[in-house]
């Protein structure tokens, strides 16, 4: 009687492990019906990793704005009442931009010089002494509107993009003293409504390599600017950091020398903040 009771708790058993292993194989069934590898799915936020040398992104294309199209405004103040005007620059028929300088007054006998800057002036400034590179057009004529076509050479509207110029100053030529080589008159606050011409713009550092082997500075983990050592190339360089030649000069456009040799010492920005 024990054996009989034995037996049929036996089969019991096996049936109950049979029943439990078809319901754990028609869930894995289930499991790599659902598997997104298999389904072709991945992530669209893909994590950042570093890029090789070997995979740099290709050269972005050129970026063309339609001609006629609004990328920025100012208007001149000047705290002594010497200088007054409307600034707007305008994409032209050429692949260029014109600025456009209108309502322009400014007292006495004076031609002032307009200059952009690649920083900011301030209000108050009295006296500029900058040798950076800039774009400046000297002589103005007050009156009617004036068109001002911006200089096309040393690569620095590279894919049409002039917003790396942070403010632009009038400048008196005819008053100078020791230190000073020209007297600010006028500031104008440049407002850009230019979109983001390269978004898909990503950097990071795939370590030292031959021609790229200087100092990097980060922030939160992701690099900012890159310090020029002995025997640096530009392509090189931007290889490093996975992004083309194009890029690392979009990235700097005020380079004295656009993409000419490297100096050591030379700081390259790597962030669009740095720009």
């Not at 492990?17 to 590898?37: I, N, W, Y």
């Not at 690649?118 to 500029?128: E, F, H, K, L």
């Not at 990097?216 to 890159?226: A, D, H, I, K, W």
Request: proline letters at 6%; one cysteine or more.
């Amino acid at each position: 009687m024990h054996r009989m009771h034995r037996a049929a708790a036996l089969v019991v058993a096996v049936a109950i492990v049979t029943s439990l292993s078809g319901c754990f194989s028609v869930l894995h069934a289930v499991q790599r019906a659902v598997d997104p590898e298999d389904m072709g799915v991945t992530s669209s936020t893909p994590t950042p990793t570093a890029t090789s040398p070997s995979t740099v992104r290709p050269e972005a294309p050129e970026v063309t704005i339609q001609a006629g199209s609004q990328i920025a405004m100012a208007i001149i103040q000047s705290g002594r009442h010497v200088v007054s005007g409307d600034i707007l620059i305008v994409a032209n028929d050429t692949g260029g931009f014109d600025l456009r300088l209108s309502h322009y007054r400014v007292s006495g006998d004076k031609h002032l010089t307009i200059r952009m800057t690649t920083y900011p002036v301030a209000a108050n400034a009295t006296c500029d002494n900058s040798t950076r590179v800039t774009w400046a057009v000297s002589n103005l004529e007050a009156g009617a509107t004036q068109h001002l076509p911006f200089a096309q050479d040393r690569g620095v509207f590279r894919r049409g993009d002039p917003t790396f110029f942070r403010d632009m100053e009038l400048l008196d030529n005819s008053v100078s003293r020791p230190g000073c080589n020209a007297a600010v008159v006028g500031v104008a606050r440049m407002h850009w409504t230019l979109p983001d011409m390269d978004p898909g713009l990503f950097v990071s550092d795939s370590g030292s390599t031959i021609g790229a082997r200087g100092a990097v500075t980060r922030e939160e983990g992701q690099p900012t600017s890159y310090l020029v050592v002995g025997d640096d190339l530009l392509p090189q360089i931007a290889a490093r950091f996975g992004i083309s030649l194009g890029d690392l000069l979009w990235l700097n456009p005020a380079r004295p020398t656009a993409d000419g040799p490297t100096q050591v010492g030379e700081i390259l920005n790597l962030s669009r903040a740095g720009r």
